[in-house]
Each structure stands twice: as C-alpha cells, then as structure tokens.
C-alpha cells in the first residue's frame, strides 16, 4: 500500500491522474477496511486537488463493499475538510453503526455536531460513547477538551483523574493533570504530575516547561527560571524566552529581561504578546512614555 501511495504521487505530480487514479482505485479494492491507507489514499487525492475523485473512488468502494467502515469514515472526513458537516454526520453515522467502538469516527461525528448543532449535542454525544466505551482514551481527551470549551473545568479534571488511574504510565495524561492543577492552583498536585510526566517522558521538554510555570505562578522566581534555563530549543522555546524575562524582571534585572524581549521581537515580529509584555514590564517601572511608544505603534499585521 505505501509503495502504491508512493508511486500515485509521483503520477499525480507528473500530471498523470488517470493512471494514479486507476492505481489508487485498485489498493482501495485491496485493502477495503483499513482506515489508515483509505484515509492516506484519499488525502494523497485531496492535496493534489482531487476531492472529488477521491469521493468517487470512496463511495465506489462503499457501494462494492457496503461493510466497510473506512470508506464512510473517510467520506465523512471529507465532508468535514470541505465544511460540509451535514453530510458528514450521515456518513460518521453509518461508520459508527459499522464499527461501534471506533473512537476516531465518535469524535469526528461530535466535531461535525458541534458545528451544526452546538456543543451540547456534541457532548451528549461523545459522553455516550465513552459511557460505553471506558478504555476509549482519544475520545475520553475530546470530551474533556469540550468540556473546558464550554466553562466545565470541575468535569474535565474529574474525566482526566480517572483517565490517571486507568492509565497511570500515560505522561500525556499527567502532564495535563499538572497543567490543570496549576490553574486550580493545587500546588502540590500540579508538582507530583509535572514531575511524573517529566519521568515518565524524559526527552520532553514540556514538563520542565509546565514546572517553570508552576513556580512562576507561586512567586518562586529563581525557581522558575532554574527550569526555564534547562530549555535551549524547540517549539516552547519562544514561550520560554518570554517567561524567563519575565521572571528576570520581577528578580530586578531589568535590563537583561528587556534585551531578551527585545531579541525576542526582532525574531518574532508579528507576535503581539511581545510588545505587550515589554509595555507591561516598562508601565511597571516607571517608564511610561517608552511604554506608550509600544502600545500605540502600529502592528505588523495591520
């Protein structure tokens, strides 16, 4: 199948769609219930700006094979990519229908309520799949992510407390307990997760970066920064550089932080919280006029 995907591509970009077409066609027909290379096949269709043959290969192959779960997953796939949610919902169905305990499909379908129906439908929704299915994680995750979309805090960390029990080796599960605690400011809680998540998943930088903002939260400052320090790189790395001036501001190295701000806009020019924290840390420290200079110049986005 990869081999297959691999050479439809290079048709594709050779402008050869019959043939990569007839290709694809023909692995779909192998592989008639395999969520992962229906799914493949058919974005390696959608990126090449053939959605529409991919919907046709897609209910060709529901029509030959009219218990296969994956062609009307991804025909609902589709739909939702296309911002069509309704049709979505009838094809997410009928995969579910097919294959009750598939997670991926239960939360596309509430994506696809969620848009046309509101979040309450979703919820109802994915909290009776989950109701049924306890070991459902992904799903578990969606449904606690809706619940903090609408204000629910108390049943999101309540979902994700039990997903902790259940899977105590999970560091995704602990580093967002930790994350949580730190908003409900159970200090001690927030610690004994951040720190199970960081031996949990040694290489990830985020635990040692949720540790940084649990000590910046209780006024520790050297603390924080001692965690902030260990970062040198990576994706969290700009939110590092902006919390450690921060934290270097409130240690009385002012002139340090508003370098490191500085360099930091240079770097990232059309990120707004930058000015506005060096406006924030210059109002704080008398400088109002170099603070007002920053509120009012105008954003590399207008």
């Not at 049924?132 to 049943?155: I, N």
Request: one cysteine or more; a negative charge; glycine letters at 6%.
């Amino acid at each position: 199948a990869k081999a297959d995907q691999f050479e439809a591509a290079l048709l594709l970009t050779k402008g050869q769609e019959q043939q990569a077409i007839n290709l694809l066609q023909a692995t779909l027909a192998r592989f008639p219930d395999d969520p992962k290379i229906t799914l493949q096949l058919s974005e390696l269709l959608i990126a090449h700006g053939q959605s529409g043959e991919a919907k046709r290969l897609l209910t060709a192959l529901a029509s030959k094979n009219p218990n296969s779960a994956s062609a009307y997953y991804t025909l609902g796939r589709i739909d939702l990519i296309e911002n069509h949610p309704d049709h979505a919902i009838t094809w997410l169905e009928k995969a579910l229908s097919l294959r009750p305990d598939w997670q991926e499909a239960a939360i596309q379908l509430a994506e696809a309520l969620q848009t046309t129906q509101g979040p309450t439908v979703a919820l109802h929704s994915i909290q009776s799949f989950t109701a049924h299915h306890p070991d459902a994680t992904k799903a578990h995750q969606y449904l606690a992510a809706l619940y903090l979309k609408m204000g629910g805090t108390t049943q999101a960390y309540r979902i994700y407390q039990g997903m902790g029990r259940q899977h105590p080796d999970n560091p995704e599960i602990a580093l967002s307990l930790g994350i949580m605690d730190i908003e409900r400011h159970n200090w001690p809680a927030a610690q004994s997760n951040l720190q199970r998540a960081r031996d949990l998943a040694p290489q990830s930088p985020a635990p040692i970066y949720y540790l940084g903002r649990l000590y910046e939260a209780q006024g520790h400052w050297a603390e924080s920064l001692q965690w902030y320090q260990r970062i040198h790189s990576g994706p969290l790395y700009a939110e590092v550089e902006l919390h450690s001036a921060r934290v270097e501001y409130q240690l009385g190295d002012h002139k340090k932080a508003l370098t490191r701000l500085q360099t930091l806009a240079t770097a990232h020019p059309k990120e707004a919280q930058i000015p506005l924290l060096q406006a924030d840390l210059l109002q704080g420290s008398g400088h109002l006029q170099q603070a007002c200079l920053l509120y009012t110049s105008p954003s590399p986005r207008d």
